[in-house]
């Protein structure tokens, strides 16, 4: 097995020839990129992967985004230290630390039990302690909790959710999420001003569904995809 020096080696390349070359430039996410240790996220089986460029599998049928649309993702949403964020769909919890390194709170929703404790248990491991991982249907956002900052799905859904749109901060808040089908979605950014939304498509992307009210159906297969 690598040691964590070899880790952090592969890691900066990661960052250096996968991000910065595709055009990731903010510096705080570059930095919280070089930091947390994506092979600690993965299945033990793929740990030697982790840096690769490419998602990969992490239990449940469900897998950890490819290290670019992880930044690409956070980058978009442009997060200030003092921010509130929602994440729909923790998975292994690589994206939910990310994000506890640049904001202020996260609170990350996930469908699956036995993902959201492991993920919980990693990045406690890992020293974040700002955050929230809460098991249940993360379509229908946290209502409880809002209004948030900015709100991120890393998992795909058939339309925007309204529900989701309403729990957005009202001057200002984000939201970053793949729309579409099963196969193919669009990565889209809404942002809130007042009672009024505007929508940008950012690209195109696959994610594995949102299970949920508001998502897909359980029947739907949920395979891991390729993206
Ligand atoms: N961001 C994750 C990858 C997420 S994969 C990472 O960095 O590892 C999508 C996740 O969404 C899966 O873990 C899946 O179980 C979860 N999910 C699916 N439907 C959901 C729902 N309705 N609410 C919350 N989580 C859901």
Known sequence: MPTSREYARQRNRMVDEQLVKRGINDRRVLDA???????????????????????????E????????????????????????????????????AILCHLTH?????????????????RISDFGYNNLDIHVGDGSQGLPDQASFDRIMVT??????????????????????????????????????????????TLLRCRFVPLIGRYGFDSDINSQPTTL
Do not use: W
Request: glycine residues 8%; aromatic residues 8%.
């Open 155 to 200: 998992a795909a859904v058939p339309r925007l959710p309204n529900v989701l749109c309403t729990q957005l901060e009202k001057h200002g808040g984000q939201m970053i999420l793949p729309i579409g089908d099963e196969h193919l979605q669009e990565l889209k950014l809404i942002t809130r001003r007042g009672e009024r939304f505007t929508s940008r």
């Open 61 to 96: 049928g469900q897998t950890i985004s490819q290290p670019y649309i992880v930044a690409f993702m956070t980058e978009r949403l442009r997060l200030k230290p003092h921010q509130t964020v929602l994440e729909i769909g923790t998975g292994s919890g690589y994206q939910t």
């Open 33 to 59: 990129m070089r930091v947390v240790p994506r092979h600690q996220f993965v299945l033990e089986e793929f740990k030697l992967h982790a840096y690769e460029d490419r998602p990969l599998p992490i239990g």
């Open 105 to 121: 709170y996260v609170f990350s929703v996930e469908r699956v039990g036995r993902l959201a404790d492991q993920a919980g248990e």
